[in-house]
């Protein structure tokens, strides 16, 4: 089963901080990594992506950084806010036609972080 | 309709139970997916429908659960013989699913709860 391992599992930063998730993966065959923001009641939405041909993505306070060679790739969120309170899920896909996948997106299991004002 | 819209929005129903669960993907959307979310729990993939393709059943996670898709748009998960364990969210997502990365959108969810 491919698998996509996400830490922490929960994370409390002060406003103002870092943000830090970090995930980490087995098959090399993946090749597109978005991150999910999901806030209580609500379905995930799409919050940045990254592919392998890149090691960094900045979108705002929102920075992914890949490294390829480790298979782990993690998410910063710059200067928290109370607002980015949610749970973030990493999440990784194949090639649609890779041993037999047709491009499936795994999950991680999420982190939950409270942003304290 | 914009989004994707899942119903019902919450599902109470007795253990043994057959329920059915709807998603209405976004339309010209080509692939879609479920996925159960149990409490304080991430996304567990269940199933997957690409166009015309064989869907990927992997994540089933027993033959109580089913899934179909008719005409390439509208999709119906059933869970025959409903257990209490089977109680979550489940979740509907759809993407263009021309080439890999393009955005999978969600719908809200479906809140199963088996009594």
């Known amino acids: 089963q491919q698998q996509v391992k996400q830490s922490p599992q929960s994370l409390i930063v002060q406003k103002g901080g870092i943000s830090i998730i970090n995930c980490a993966y087995e098959?090399?065959?993946?090749?597109?990594f978005p991150w999910y923001q999901q806030f209580p009641g609500k379905g995930p939405a799409l919050l940045i992506a990254?592919?392998?041909?890149?090691s960094e993505k900045k979108e705002g306070r929102f920075t992914i950084s890949f490294n390829k060679s480790a298979k782990q790739f993690s998410l910063h969120i710059m200067d928290s806010q109370p607002g980015d309170s949610a749970t973030y899920f990493c999440?990784?896909?194949?090639?649609?036609?890779?041993?037999?996948?047709?491009?499936?997106?795994?999950f991680g299991k999420g982190t939950k972080l409270s942003v304290k004002p | 309709g914009a989004g994707v819209s899942q119903s019902p929005s919450n599902k109470v129903t007795e253990k043994g139970k057959d329920v059915e669960l709807r998603c209405d993907p976004i339309s010209g959307h080509t692939a879609l997916y479920w996925y159960r979310q149990s409490l304080g729990q991430g996304l567990e993939f269940l199933i997957y429908f690409q166009g015309n393709s064989a869907p990927d059943k992997s994540g089933l996670p027993s033959d109580r659960f089913s899934a179909e898709r008719t005409g390439g748009s509208v999709s119906t998960l059933t869970i025959q013989r409903t257990q209490q364990e089977d109680s979550a969210v489940y979740l509907c997502?759809?993407?263009?699913?021309?080439?890999?990365?393009?955005?999978?959108?969600f719908g809200q969810g479906t809140r199963l709860t088996v009594v």
């Open positions: 990254i592919r392998p041909d890149v």
């Open positions: 999440a990784a896909s194949t090639p649609r036609g890779y041993g037999g996948s047709q491009g499936n997106l795994i």
């Open positions: 997502a759809s993407s263009l699913g021309l080439s890999v990365g393009t955005e999978a959108f």
């Open positions: 098959n090399t065959a993946f090749d597109y």
